[in-house]
């Protein structure tokens, strides 16, 4: 057709209008329309609206149409062209342009509005556009079968296609439709502006390939999709974007924009251009701008962005099949999902996204669907931006809500931004698992209803994210990092800017959360550059239901966890891990469980900066600690800061496991942490060990136990580098207050003080089991029990105290228990450096026991360096153990400790011992039992005690007074009590029985080196009470004195006391008036043996010193017996059913008094007396009112005496008096003067008198009742005895014998018979030669000397006999005559026996008495004057004077009175002074010796009165001068001042005193008025006397002396300090002593000589004795000054070294310094020595501990680093790869080496390295290395000869040549050398640097040459001519003569090299096995320079060829 089809109309037309062929059958070509030159254009066809719709051309079979021009303008109801096989449209040379098919309907189908077939159709070759066409109710193409367009030069642009099926899927109104496959492919224009209506642009029943599209596909409309495939559909190379493009608006249903229902999916490649602003809507929830339902969606390689799409399922929708984006030039932003699926992809298999150029941002899914999501696997990556404000969802996500997710696993990695404030149900999602990596930003401020990034059954990989995780929130119970049901849990590791602010709501869910549905899954947080803080969660911050692990973070801190129920900050349901993490601190756990959680095992280390300020607020029960695992164990390591002010309301505040719980290596105070119990640690079923804390454990508090508490195992406490102080527990829950272990407790090495601790139970531990608290480096002090228990440790088995280096003092605990320390089983406290005070518990409890220390079992304390005073408890205020209680090795003072019950000190059920104390034990107090110090129900035992044992109290309170027996010091209730080895004395103690000892059975008191003295005991035993058995007091250095008991005054027991070796005296013990035993009371024997000193001034009712019920002993006493006094019976010793005994005392015994019966001793048995060195005097027995036992005893005192009976023994069997050294006199009794004995009676062997002994009835010696008395062995007088008013002057006995009398018996006298023997019923007998018996006498009665009766039975058997040898017997006389013989009986058959010496003259006497009355207290005026007128030559004369008053006797005067004598035998008396009254004076003339028989005497003459006068003169002033001793106890003493004596007449006379104004009468004068205590000095005192009006004065001076000793003087308690800072010294000030003394005292110190000891002292215990200076003997005592070094020593490590492990044994040196001397290095947990050592490999902190002699302790570490460079040895040879190495620490891996010598790794047969050597002086080149061969040695390739280098076999040479130079630079011939090999290979293996040859052309310069001076380095030193010999000029170089290689002739030094030789880069020869390589032969020459000049090109060649 040369023109065109054009402008035809056809009105009616049932097919075709221009063409219609009817179906043809056969071989029909069909319809064919071709070569129209011109167009076909504006043709109409009307339609019959009863006939179907017809096209121009109708073809009933195949079309063709071709080589037309522009088809356009056309319109007909059916279309352009319509056949009913296929259409063939080509070579169309125009535009296919606004054609329109006006109809809806075909008969078959929908019309086209250009070309519709049923089968398939070409379009293709179109020159221009395709372009505005219309189709009314159908396609602009459609083919029946499969279609393609091609090749089309224009746009597909502005075509409408509509259809009635518009809501059905897969009808009409495509531009493109085929119902089968779609194919458009190379268009050069753009689909741009086209409206359809299903699908709208393409339709392919099958598929559509869209490719090489020129431009783009934009602003395409389409009512439901705009490209379908049904199989799939494929854009490819769509040259321009896909931009807004629009579908679906206003339809109920659409599957989106492009949409591939098949398994093809969809598939967008290499866009040139953005897909943008695409819109694919409808009212119902389906479609997306790109959906493949069963297949994938592919975007890939899109020139621009993915941005601002919508659809109800976002960009890209797949049902089943996966999805792809890659390589997108731009960004993916803005794009929107209106309904429940993503707004960018979704696939239901798996998702890519990758290479994206820009960020991913701003999209939006206004439902739940997010931006990407594939139920398969989902990877995003290489995003270069970020991902950012992208909308996923409102409300809780499901697994689709995500904003990128995935059914499978998730992967989005290599991020170049940040991840930023995105929402959605969740931000990245998969069901398996989901990583996150490398995102060069932050992931931050996401909002999720659930979740940022989690997964549901896998896991979560979070890792190399550069910007931190921060400020996220998830809405309700998801997570920021989040798994569901996951097995594989979630790792986040790599985080560069930390985990911060996020924020987690609901109530479960966490920031990392890992396993929702406790299915399972870790989590793991690691390398985080940047804290985990400030995070808000329900349930965790990191939470994983397997574990979860957190390592390399910054600090954790300001989290907040919501939820009540179970979590924490980091909760592994499993097991946890936290490690390398900054501080943790101010983290709020609200109600959850803990901070960190593992079910199995947590595990917290390398914390940096503390855990502290933490809160879990919520008090529950239930709740945990924070650190908690519920079925395993916690372990809280190196944290480098505090633990501190952490806050839980829970059990186990910082740490709770069921099993057990490590805290260790704390780096600072544990301190302010509260909770309800354990505030630190809370182990349910196993341990708790805390160690290495490096600072206080302080201010913990919690409502039970307050620190750490093991429910079934133990609690150790270890390495506190501080105090553990001020730590609180309520009683919410009864347990302890830091510590609480059903198995054992131990707390040890605590560096600082334990104090101010508050418990209910024990403030520091309770424990069932045991309780070990060792080497406390400070002081115990200010800890409380509320509730009882012990104030500091409590436990259910043993508990053990030890190592305390300070003070223990002020613990308390206010209930029932223990003080300071209770164990159930054994308790022990040892080794306490300072002092122990002020301790206890509630006295009013009575089960508060042991103020200090209680052991149910045992209880020891022992070692204390200071004093143990001020504790307080019901029972053992200091320890009380119910088996044992021991206190021992205590340095300074037991004292001031008091007991409510008992125990002052201590306390045992069974046995107790106090023993090895350094100072004194004082002032402690048991108030009702009784144990001032001790009270025990076994033995009980106080021994070595260096000081006092003083002012102890025993059982003083007025209750219940029978449960008050006893123990001032110790008690023993059901056994014996034993004292013994007491430094000072025992003293001032005070008890109701035993004022020092109570023993329920024995007592013993031993080896006290003071005094024991003034103990008190208000009912028995003054010192010691043994209630059942004996007591003993033995081995006392000092005095046993002032000791008083109701009941003994020193001892009571029921059985033996044995009292022995006193080295001081025994005096002044006393017991009560009408009870026994001033000393002691026994009830059996008892014993005083061993008193160095005085046994005196005892008192008691009976038996003044000892009261026995059996035997009754005194002996070995270095003093007197003096002054002892009993009220009742034996002054010092009763025996009550046996024996007494008194012997070998070395003093006098001597006014000993007994108001009854015995006054020195009384025996039931025998009574004796023997082996006595002094006298035995002035005793008495009977009542004597204010007896003076110090003075003489004056006739007229005897009237008070009545009725007593053995003045100094009394026996109810045999009494002797044996062996007395001095006299026997002056004793006194009723009956028996000195003895009374039922039987016999003995006194013998006296070497002094018995003399002056008197009894008031009979015996004036000796009464014996039944048997025989004997007086023998007298070696001085029998005289001056008396019976005053019976018989028997000196014997009343049956028998009365003397024997050998001595001197004489003389003066003797009987008031009745028997003026010295008076023999009852048997014979009176003296058998004494020589001895004189003179002036006996009986006075009323007969037998002057002896009388003898018959007896009751009338006995004359009886004799007297009296034979006395060559003595005589004068002067005796009876009542009548004077027969000087004077030996009668009353019966004249007894026969009286008489033999002596003729008997010298009576002496007459004559007295002259001249005046009349005298005046009262006159001189008698004349004195009498004796005339005796003749007396027997040679006997010496001395007088009486015996005076009678009123008619009675009155005075004798002693023979003292003044005598004058006169001319011819006369005598004046002056002096004589008498009172008023009337008197008689007789006179008596005695032989002058001493106290001798009377010879004659006067009648009495001469009566006179004495009277009173007017006037006293003449008076006679007493001595100006008195002199006198201090009393006792006084500064002064009591001085008798004798009156001014006035004339005896006057009786009126008074005198007075200016000293006290004392005015007296005559008759009232005493001792004198002024008479008085006068002051130690000089007292001027003025007497006056006085009579009528006239008075005298008389000046006297009292000067007292002190010469008494110290009663007492105290040392004060030795003095404890510390040394000065820097020095080994301290000021120390000292106190001054305490003295007891008569005086005031000054004292003077041994250690600067002055009275203030204060000074500097130096470390250690100086013993400082001071002595008391007064005007008397002094005294002197030492206490000790103890200067401690405290003082840390300063310790230096090195610093930081590293070395390797073949090197490590090295040398270093750790050193200390110390203010004092020795300083002790040692290392600490390890073995290496200070000095260095085998160090361990790998990294390690060496700590070491210096100690100094006190025991201080200081600490450095330094960090080892020891590792070795190991080498890869591949094949097994032992040679390594030098270019394959790893560091290791120590120990070898495996296949690795620390050789790096093998050239070839891969051969185990090649390994050496060879170095050529080319001068051959064998010395290598290291330019030049060569590989050894298959066996290790030289290579066969190289025929070189081979030497034997340094242990490499081969061919040996000779030494290389050496030189010695010339001096003096003369010429010297070269030196010979040998010769020298050619080229050659020198084996490498072990050669050094420094072995290698520095010129290896010159066979002559090599290390081992000599150094010439040549002008060159021979000997490869870097240095020239540096030999000692070379001159200073230029040397002449010697030259060599004979060079035989290389050449044969001289040449000059140095030898030039043959060839210039280039240094080539080292590359070594590796010689192949396979022979592949030629060999390279080496042809060496001796012929000249040329060969060797070869050789070395050859070799050089050969070796670069094989380089190459």
Not at 368 to 394: C, E, K, M, P, S
Not at 862 to 891: E, F, L, M, P, T
Not at 1145 to 1170: C, R, T
Not at 1253 to 1266: K, L, S
Request: glycine fraction near 14%.
């Amino acid at each position: 057709i040369r023109g065109s089809i054009t402008r035809n109309t056809i009105m009616e037309a049932p097919y075709g209008g221009i063409v219609y062929s009817r179906e043809l059958t056969g071989n029909a070509r069909g319809c064919v329309l071709e070569n129209v030159e011109g167009d076909v254009s504006a043709n109409t066809v009307a339609s019959d609206p009863g006939a179907d719709s017809p096209s121009l051309f109708y073809c009933g079979t195949g079309m063709v149409v071709r080589n037309v021009g522009n088809i356009q303008d056309n319109i007909a109801p059916g279309g352009v062209f319509v056949a009913s096989e296929s259409i063939t449209l080509s070579n169309i040379k125009g535009n296919i342009t606004r054609n329109v098919a006006s109809s809806s309907q075909l008969s078959f189908s929908s019309p086209a509005a250009v070309a519709y077939s049923q089968q398939w159709m070409v379009v293709e070759n179109v020159a221009g556009e395709v372009t505005d066409n219309i189709a009314a109710g159908g396609s602009i193409f459609r083919s029946g079968e499969d279609f393609v367009m091609r090749d089309v030069a224009g746009d597909i642009s502005r075509n409408t296609a509509g259809g009635e099926e518009q809501f059905e899927c897969c009808s009409s109104g495509s531009v493109l439709r085929a119902d089968g496959g779609l194919v458009v492919e190379r268009v050069d224009g753009e689909f741009a502006s086209n409206v359809g209506e299903w699908a709208g642009l393409a339709y392919g029943q099958e598929y559509v390939t869209m490719r090489d599209i020129g431009g783009g596909i934009r602003e395409n409309e389409a009512t439901g999709t705009l490209v379908w495939g049904g199989e799939g559909v494929l854009l490819r190379g769509i040259g321009g974007p896909i931009r807004a493009n629009q579908v679906g608006e206003g339809l109920s249903s659409t599957y989106g924009m492009f949409y591939a229902w098949g398994e093809g999916g969809v598939v967008v490649e290499n866009v040139d251009g953005a897909i943008e602003e695409n819109y694919a809507m409808s009212d119902l929830p389906n479609g997306a701008v790109f959906y493949g339902a069963l297949g994938g969606v592919v975007l890939r390689n899109i020139g621009g962005s993915l941005r601002s799409n919508w659809a109800p399922f976002g960009l890209m929708y797949s049902f089943e099949g996966d999805f792809v984006i890659e390589d997108v030039r731009g960004s993916i932003r803005d794009n929107h999902a209106t309904e429940h699926a993503s707004s960018v992809a979704y696939g239901g298999g798996s998702g890519v996204v990758n290479r994206i150029a820009g960020p991913i941002r701003d999209n939006a899914n206004v439902g739940t669907g997010g931006v990407l999501f594939a139920r398969g696997d989902l990877v995003v990556q290489n995003i270069d931006g970020g991902i950012y404000r992208n909308v996923g969802g409102l409300f809780f996500a499901d697994p689709e809500d995500a904003l990128i997710g995935s059914e499978a696993s998730l992967t989005l990695r290599n991020v170049s931004g940040s991840i930023v404030h995105n929402t959605g149900g969740a931000i990245l999602y998969a069901d398996d698992f989901a990583v996150v990596s490398s995102i060069a930003g932050e992931i931050s401020d996401n909002l999720a209803e659930h979740s940022i990034v989690s997964a549901s059954i896998g896991g979560v990989y979070v890792v190399d994210i550069a910007g931190g995780i921060a400020r996220n929130r998830a809405n309700e119970n998801g997570g920021i990092v989040y798994t569901f049901d996951a097995d594989h849990g979630i790792v986040v590791d790599r985080i560069d800017g930390g985990i911060v602010d996020n924020w987690v709501g609901g109530s479960s869910g966490g920031i990392v959360f890992a396993g929702a549905n406790n299915e399972g899954g870790a989590a793991q947080v690691s390398n985080v550059n940047g804290d985990l803080s400030r995070n808000v969660a329900p349930e965790g911050i990191v939470y994983g239901t397997i574990g979860v692990r957190v390592v390399n973070v910054g600090e954790v801190a300001y989290n907040t966890l919501t939820s009540d129920g179970p979590g924490g900050v980091f909760y592994g349901a499993y097991e946890a891990v936290v490690r390398n993490t900054s501080a943790m601190h101010h983290n709020d756990m609200h109600g959850s469980t803990c901070f960190v959680y593992g079910a199995e095992a947590v595990d917290v280390s390398e914390v940096r900066g503390g855990f502290y300020a933490n809160v879990r607020g919520q008090q529950d029960e239930d709740a945990y600690g924070f650190f908690y695992a519920s079925g395993g164990s916690v372990a809280l390591r190196s944290v480098h800061g505090p633990l501190a002010d952490n806050v839980a309301g829970s059990w186990g505040g910082v740490a709770y496991a069921e099993e057990s719980v490590l805290i260790a290596d704390i780096g600072g105070d544990i301190r302010d942490n509260s909770a309800l119990a354990a505030t630190l640690a809370y182990a349910l079923e196993g341990n708790v060990l805390i160690t290495r804390v490096h600072g206080g454990i302080v201010r913990n508090t919690a409502l039970g136990t307050s620190l750490a508490y093991a429910d079934g195992g133990y609690v150790h406490l270890e390495y506190i580098y501080g105090d553990i102080a001020d730590n609180k527990c309520g009683s919410e829950y009864e347990y302890a207050g830091l510590l609480y272990a059903e198995g054992d407790v131990m707390v040890r090495e605590v560096f600082g003080n334990i104090r101010g601790n508050v418990g209910v139970v024990a403030s520091l531990a309770y424990s069932s089991g045991s309780v070990v608290v060792n080497n406390v480096y400070g002081g115990i002090y200010d800890n409380f029990a509320s509730e009882g228990g012990a104030a500091l440790l409590y436990g259910g088995e043993d508990v053990v105290l030890s190592n305390v280096h300070g003070s223990v003092h002020d613990n308390w605990a206010s209930g029932a228990g223990g003080g300071l320390v209770y164990a159930v089983d054994a308790g022990a406290i040892f080794n306490i450096r300072g002092d122990m005070y002020d301790n206890g518990c509630n006295t009013e409890e009575d089960d508060c026991v042991g103020g200090l220390l209680y052991g149910g079992a045992t209880a020891t304390l022992q070692r204390v360096n200071g004093s143990i005073w001020g504790h307080h408890a019901a029972s053992g205020a200091v320890v009380y153990g119910d088996v044992s209680a021991v206190v021992a090795d205590v340095a300074g003072d037991i004292r001031d400790n008091t007991a409510y019950v008992g125990g002052g000190v201590l306390y045992s059920d069974n046995y107790g011992r106090i023993q090895r104390v350094g100072g004194s034990v004082l002032r402690n107090r048991a108030e009702r039992f009784g144990g001032g110090v001790a009270l025990c129900r076994g033995d009980c035992a106080l021994e070595n005690v260096a000081g006092h044992v003083s002012y102890n109290v025993g059982g003083l309170l007025e209750i219940e007074p029978a449960l008050q027996d006893g123990g001032g010091v110790i008690r023993s209730i059901a056994a014996s009590v034993e004292i013994n080895n007491v430094g000072g004395s025992i003293a001032f103690n005070r008890a109701r029985s035993g004022g020092v000892a109570y023993g329920d059975e024995a007592v013993a008191i031993r080896n006290v080196a003071g005094d024991i003295r003034e103990n008190y005991a208000s009912y028995a035993g003054g010192v010691g009470y043994a209630r059942s058995a004996g007591a003993v007091i033995e081995f006392v250095k000092g005095d046993l004195s002032h000791n008083v008991a109701y009941h003994g005054g020193v001892l009571y027991a029921s059985d033996t006391i044995r009292i022995q070796h006193i080295s001081g005296s025994v005096f002044e013990n006393e017991a009560g008036t009408d009870q026994c035993g001033g000393v002691a009371y026994a009830g059996s024997a008892v014993s005083l043996d061993g008193v160095a000193g005085d046994i005196s001034r005892n008192r008691a009712g009976f038996g003044g010193v000892l009261y026995g019920d059996l035997y009754t002993e005194i002996h070995d006493v270095g003093g007197d017996i003096s002054d002892n006094f009993a009220m009742h019976v034996g002054g010092v010793l009763l025996s009550l059913d046996s024996s007494a005994m008194i012997h070998d005392v070395e003093g006098w015994i001597e006014g000993n008094f007994a108001g009854s019966i015995g006054g020195v001793v009384y025996a039931d048995e025998d009574g004796q007396i023997e082996n006595v060195r002094g006298s035995i005097a002035g005793n008495a027995a009977g009542q004597l009112d204010n007896f003076n036992y110090a003075s003489e005893v004056s006739v007229d005192r005897f009237e008070d005496f009545a009725y007593g009976s053995g003045g100094v023994i009394y026996a109810s069997d045999d009494a002797f008096v044996r062996n007395v050294g001095g006299d026997i006199t002056e004793n006194h009794a009723g009956l028996g003067g000195v003895v009374f004995a039922e039987n016999e009676a003995v006194v013998s062997e006296v070497l002094g008198n018995v003399c002056h002994n008197f009894a008031t009835i009979d015996g004036g010696v000796m009464f014996v009742e039944d048997d025989v008395g004997i007086v023998e062995g007298v070696k001085g007088y029998i005289c001056s005895n008396t019976a005053l008013t019976g018989r028997g002057g000196v014997i009343y006995a049956s028998s009365a014998i003397i024997r050998e009398a001595g001197i004489g018996i003389c003066s003797n006298e009987a008031f009745l018979d028997g003026g010295v023997l008076f023999a009852h019923d048997g014979s009176a007998i003296i058998h004494s030669d020589s001895t004189k018996i003179t002036l006996n006498q009986a006075r009323q009665g007969l037998g002057g000397v002896a009388f003898v009766s018959a007896g009751p039975n009338n006995d004359t058997s009886h004799q007297g006999s009296i034979d006395v040898g060559t003595g005589y017997v004068s002067g005796n006389r009876d009542s009548e005559d004077t027969d000087p013989r004077s030996l009668k009986a009353d019966q004249q058959q007894i026969t009286l026996d008489f033999v002596a010496s003729d008997l010298p003259e009576d002496v007459a006497v004559e007295v002259t008495f001249d005046g009349g009355d005298a005046v009262a207290n006159e001189f008698i005026a004349p004195a009498p004057v004796v005339n005796v007128t003749s007396f027997t030559q040679g006997i010496q004369l001395d007088f009486v004077i015996a005076v009678e008053r009123d008619g009675l006797p009155a005075y004798y005067y002693p023979h003292d009175v003044d005598v004058e004598i006169l001319p011819f035998g006369s005598y004046r008396f002056n002096n004589i002074t008498l009172p008023e009254g009337d008197y008689r004076l007789a006179f008596l003339v005695v032989e002058g010796c001493g106290n001798g028989g009377v010879i004659a005497s006067s009648n009495y003459t001469e009566e006179f009165s004495v009277s009173g006068c007017e006037d006293p003169h003449p008076i006679v002033c007493p001595s100006e001068i008195i002199h006198a001793s201090s009393d006792a106890f006084t500064c002064g003493a009591y001085v008798v001042v004798d009156d001014i004596q006035a004339s005896p007449d006057c009786d009126n006379v008074e005198f007075t005193n200016d000293y006290n104004s004392v005015t007296v009468g005559f008759n009232e004068r005493g001792d004198g008025s002024a008479s008085d205590v006068y002051p130690v000095g000089a007292t001027d005192v003025l007497l006056t006397v006085s009579a009528g009006s006239a008075s005298y004065d008389c000046p006297v001076r009292v000067i007292v002396e002190d010469e008494r000793e110290f009663t007492s003087m105290t040392c004060p308690f030795p003095v404890q300090a510390d040394t000065d800072a820097g020095v080994c010294t301290a000021q120390v000030t000292v106190p001054l002593p305490t003295a007891i003394d008569n005086c005031p005292v000054r004292f003077e110190n041994n250690i600067n000589a002055v009275e203030d000891a204060s000074d500097v002292y130096p470390v250690g215990t100086t013993r400082v004795t001071f002595e008391g200076i007064n005007d008397g003997p002094g005294s002197e005592c030492s206490t000790t000054v103890v200067v401690t070094d405290r003082e840390a020593p300063v310790i230096t490590c090195p610093a930081d070294f590293a070395t390797t492990c073949e090197e490590r044994d090295v040398f270093f040196q750790v050193s200390a310094e110390d203010n004092c001397v020795a300083v002790a290095v040692s290392p600490v947990l390890h073995d290496v020595s200070p000095l260095g050592g085998v160090l361990d490999g790998g990294v390690n902190r060496l700590t070491y501990e210096a100690e100094d002699a006190a025991g201080n302790t200081a600490q450095c570490s330094f960090v080892t680093t020891v590792e070795s460079t190991y080498y890869r040895d591949a094949d097994g040879d032992g040679f390594g790869d030098p270019d394959q190495s790893a560091v290791w620490p120590c120990n070898q891996p495996e296949g690795w080496v620390l050789d790096n010598t093998d050239c070839n790794d891969f051969n185990a047969e090649a390994w050496k390295l060879w170095f050529i050597d080319f001068d051959g002086d064998g010395f290598g080149n290291p330019a030049f290395p060569v590989c050894s061969d298959s066996n290790g040695t030289l290579p066969d390739s190289f025929p070189l000869s081979k030497r034997d280098i340094r242990g490499v076999p081969g061919n040996d040479t000779t030494p290389v040549p050496s030189a010695s130079p010339v001096p003096d630079a003369s010429p010297a011939p070269m030196p010979t050398a040998t010769p020298v090999p050619g080229p050659q290979l020198i084996a490498g293996d072990e050669l050094d640097n420094g072995s290698f040859d520095c010129d290896d052309s010159n066979p002559f310069v090599h290390p081992a040459a000599p150094e010439l001076c040549d002008g060159i380095d021979n000997n490869c030193d870097g240095q020239v001519d540096e030999a000692d010999n070379c001159p200073q000029s230029p040397p002449i170089v010697p030259v060599p003569v004979d060079v035989p290689v290389p050449v044969p002739v001289p040449v000059p030094n140095p030898v030039p090299n043959p060839v210039p030789v280039p240094v080539p880069v080292p590359v070594p020869y590796v010689v192949e096995e396979s022979g592949a390589q030629a060999p390279i032969v080496f042809s060496v020459s001796a012929s000249g320079a040329s060969a060797l000049s070869c050789s070395f090109l050859l070799l050089w060649l050969g070796l670069m060829m094989h380089a190459q």
